[in-house]
């Protein structure tokens, strides 16, 4: 109950604050265009030169939005739009009274370096979503689409644009053709479309805006101002045709007598996608056979945990609109509520096969390592009325693992499914923009699994509803979802599922749950609510709480990490609007979080307090201080006993020089002390970056963490002596990786990346323990070491003798482990006409086991320089038919 009164007295702190703000009111910018008429279309090369575009007037007046809000900018900005049936014609002079300091640094597609201008469409006017184009003084495009109003920004939407741009006395001009076929509008006869513009002027760092928005006015495109004077332009139906190749070549080190790793693999696939316009607002994207492959590989990285590691996803067809299709469980302003969780995690499809033969001594086993996507297909856009619409449809195939036995005969046994995955989703604007609902549906059903299999789920249905209400300008908002999920399958399989690590309905202590083998089907509820404010002022807040009942289940086709959680978070921030003598802005903030099981014990709560700082001279600093007097966990023990973890604080802090300089360096260290010195924890990340030249980068970013837990968990023993045993450890982990990357642009449509990553990761453990007192408030009283007259260490197999009888009474592996590994890409695409592009791949991996008596960079020698690595190398060509 303090803890509610304690957050009911924060709010009523805040609002009293916000008393003394005022909404300031902005005045709303509209253009008006004009259609081209008998005049000839502009001739896209930077030059504004073209007669047409005396049709219409300049539109000027940028104010500058950072880093001194509503005041004149450096240098002004003016630009000129025109349209025809099929085009929009956009033409910018950027005045530069120096224009030989004109940054014009080079980058692939949506680089965003150097000085550049921007512009953004909301043709739908649904003041939520809108179309960016960006063109930088060197003529490197970028484009994004913008959702949640300003909120998301993706970088993956690549629609077919031209722009040039052009350096002369004066400073520099760009000319834009974007067909209206990549932009999204109603049919109405004469349309009006939110627009905003934005110039980076890189010498100052500072950004100027066409249309004014204050610093502390929530959202983006909600703000924008208006585009007139389209009139009679007719919505265009996409028709866009894909067809690919790909040719790769693997070769790796052979295996003695084993026919299936002979040294090297060939294949040629070829595939096709499409993108069809049922209407100017809803697309199709079909694909057939679809490459999936990804240039940039997942970074190493190693849990102790127990839990899964979340990764982005990077494959085009599921990236694409992939706004529509999130459902995030419980994101938050305060952070910590499992952000990651959703409904839909794109990762899921087209999965690694996750069963695997049994098989003998002396058999061989030729396991696929990916299960390939039979055919997808994706339905989605957002009308003009409002109406964000997707659903998608996959099915994979069914894969099978070859075994191969000493008598040279074979056998098949399946290791994947066939699979049908699917997603819909649905969302609705209304009360003029300012509030949403929406909802969501996935199933996935698995056909005819055999018997080695019926550890998965033969189906699994999640659908959830969600909403948000925003008013007084959008400063405050209350938003909140709800989600259910129903899994079915063999009693094997619910079994398994309770006793995951998401779930360990099996530990011991726990009243509300229970394992029981003779079910076959679970269901669970999540959701989330909260209410904050965002704009007018100084200060913003968010509080909320957020839960997970014990039988949520997303994982067939979303992202969860644990359930049977129930989590209260309240944020607090304040910010500087304006800049001073030593700051460009300063931020700090508060925290505070709080969380129980469904049996009612409160497992946690901590604090709070961070700042972060935008220099004068362009540097940015942060730091941060945590402190958690309360922690349990239901999951340290994998199914033992709830555990109390010991007080512990923590504090992390970062700094990263100007950005613009040609050399710039970055530094980050975190660490973490229990009170007792029970867990102490150091992770330190330095580097730099350097651009010699405006068509090189080179970035490494080495980095070292360290872990000492006294209490690792290493594995269960049922009975030993009459009782069970939680067995733990003393673990001593070191941690070394370096990030090292090289760009050379020989221009926006040639480029030659490289990006390659040694990592190494090396555990020791020691003072093995088993725990006696899970809960006791003194932390060596939670449990009982063994003596070193207790264990002994023999051919890798450590064995404990409780009572000096001379009889072991259990053993368990040598826990010890040293994981080496070297990853690397080297890519070359160009981009040889818009929308088609070839990319010639070279991949290494070298993933090894080291010896974990040895030292960290010994050991990465031994085990990286002189082995032969995994070689991967790729050929991949596309062309892209418009119709």
């Not at 929009?88 to 550049?116: A, H, M, N, Q, T």
């Not at 030729?366 to 299960?371: E, I």
């Not at 990786?737 to 221009?747: D, K």
Request: proline share 4%; aromatic share 14%; charged share 20%.
């Amino acid at each position: 109950m303090k803890y509610a009164v304690l957050a009911f007295a924060t709010l009523l702190f805040i609002s009293k604050s916000q008393a003394q703000d005022t909404t300031e009111v902005v005045v709303k910018k509209t253009y008006t265009t004009h259609d081209l008429g008998e005049y000839a279309a502009p001739t896209i090369n930077g030059v504004l030169e073209d007669e047409a575009w005396n049709l219409v007037e300049w539109a000027g007046d940028y104010i500058e939005w950072q880093p001194d809000e509503n005041t004149p900018p450096s240098h002004q900005t003016k630009f000129k739009i025109l349209y025809d049936s099929k085009n929009l014609y956009i033409g910018v002079r950027c005045y530069d009274d120096e224009p030989d300091k004109i940054v014009k640094r080079l980058s692939r597609r949506d680089g965003f370096d150097g000085d550049w201008v921007e512009f953004n469409i909301d043709s739908y006017f649904d003041k939520r979503t809108a179309f960016s184009f960006t063109i930088t003084a060197a003529g490197v495009k970028g484009d994004e689409f913008i959702s949640n109003n300003g909120n998301n920004w993706d970088s993956s939407w690549n629609p077919i644009w031209y722009a040039k741009s052009h350096v002369d006395d004066e400073g520099w001009t760009a000319e834009l053709r974007i067909p209206l076929s990549q932009l999204k509008f109603g049919s109405a006869e004469e349309q009006v479309w939110g627009f905003q513009s934005t110039r980076r002027f890189f010498r100052d760092e500072e950004r100027s805006l066409w249309q004014r928005k204050p610093v502390d006015q929530p959202g983006w495109v909600s703000e924008f101002g208006e585009l007139h004077g389209l009139k009679n332009i007719e919505p265009q139906k996409q028709l866009e045709i894909q067809p690919y190749t790909v040719t790769n070549t693997e070769t790796y080190e052979a295996e003695e007598n084993n026919p299936f790793r002979d040294g090297s693999e060939n294949n040629l696939t070829v595939g096709l996608d499409a993108k069809i316009g049922i209407t100017n607002d809803l697309t199709l994207d079909l694909t057939v056979n679809p490459d999936f492959g990804q240039v940039d590989a997942d970074p190493s990285a190693i849990a102790l945990d127990g839990f899964q590691i979340f990764f982005q996803e990077r494959r085009p067809f599921f990236v694409e609109n992939k706004n529509i299709f999130d459902f995030s469980v419980s994101q938050s302003q305060a952070g910590n509520t499992f952000g990651s969780d959703n409904i839909f995690y794109s990762r899921r499809i087209g999965r690694s096969p996750q069963g695997y033969p049994n098989t003998s001594d002396g058999e061989f086993v030729n396991q696929p390592d990916n299960t390939p996507i039979i055919g997808a297909a994706k339905f989605s856009g957002k009308t003009k009325d409002g109406w964000a619409i997707g659903v998608l449809e996959s099915v994979t195939a069914q894969r099978t693992a070859t075994i191969l036995n000493g008598n040279g005969d074979t056998r098949k046994e399946m290791v994947e499914p066939l699979t049908n995955y699917f997603v819909g989703r649905l969302q609705k604007d209304f009360n003029e923009r300012n509030s949403y609902i929406g909802g969501i549906f996935t199933a996935t059903n698995r056909e005819n699994l055999p018997e080695q299999l019926n550890f998965l789920h033969d189906a699994a249905y999640t659908g959830g509803l969600d909403f948000k209400h925003q008013w007084a300008n959008r400063d405050w908002y209350v938003g909140g979802n709800i989600t259910l999920s129903h899994v079915r399958g063999s009693e094997e399989a619910i079994t398994n599922t309770q006793e995951s690590i998401t779930h360990l309905f099996g530990r011991v202590g726990a009243d509300h749950v229970a394992v029981d083998s003779t079910r076959t089907s679970l269901t669970g509820t999540g959701g989330n609510v909260q209410i904050g404010k965002i704009g007018n002022g100084h200060w913003r807040f968010e509080s909320g709480a957020t839960w997970r009942s014990p039988e949520l289940e997303l994982n067939d086709i979303g992202f969860q990490r644990q359930s049977d959680d129930v989590r209260h978070y309240t944020w607090i921030g304040y910010q500087t609007l304006k800049p001073d003598s030593t700051f460009r802005r300063v931020g700090i903030n508060y925290n505070h979080w709080s969380a129980w099981d469904f049996q009612g014990n409160h497992n946690y709560m901590q604090f709070n307090t961070n700042s972060w700082q935008n220099w004068k001279g362009n540097w940015n600093t942060n730091i941060g201080f945590n402190y958690a007097p309360i922690q349990y966990s239901n999951f340290a023990l994998r199914g033992g006993p709830r555990l109390r973890q010991s007080p512990w604080m923590s504090f992390w802090n970062s700094i990263n020089t100007d950005n613009r300089k040609k050399m710039r360096f970055s530094f980050f260290h975190n660490g973490r002390k229990a009170l007792d010195n029970s867990i102490k924890t150091y992770y330190v990340e330095g580097g730099f970056v350097y651009q010699p030249i405006n068509a090189l980068r080179v970035s490494a970013f080495p980095s070292l963490q360290i872990n000492n837990d006294q209490l690792q968990f290493i594995n269960n023993f049922d009975d030993v002596n009459g009782s069970p045993r939680y067995l733990n450890g003393e673990i001593d982990q070191r941690t070394l990786s370096m990030s090292v990357r090289l760009n050379y642009t020989i221009n926006p449509n040639l480029t030659i990346q490289y990006w390659g990553q040694p990592f190494i990761s090396r555990g020791r453990y020691s003072n093995f323990k088993h725990i006696t007192d899970p809960v006791a408030k003194t932390f060596e009283d939670r449990f009982v070491q063994y003596t070193p007259e207790q264990t002994s260490l023999a051919d890798g197999t450590y064995a404990i003798d409780e009572d000096l009888d001379g009889v072991t009474d259990f053993s368990f592996d040598n826990p010890d482990f040293s994981f080496v590994q070297f990853r690397s890409n080297l890519v070359i695409r160009w981009e040889y006409i818009p929308g088609s592009e070839i990319f010639l791949v070279w991949s290494q991996d070298v993933s090894r086991s080291g010896d974990p008596t040895n030292g960290l960079l010994s050991s990465l020698g031994d085990n990286i320089f002189g082995q032969k690595p995994q070689n991967i190398f790729l050929l991949k060509a596309t062309y892209r038919f418009v119709l």
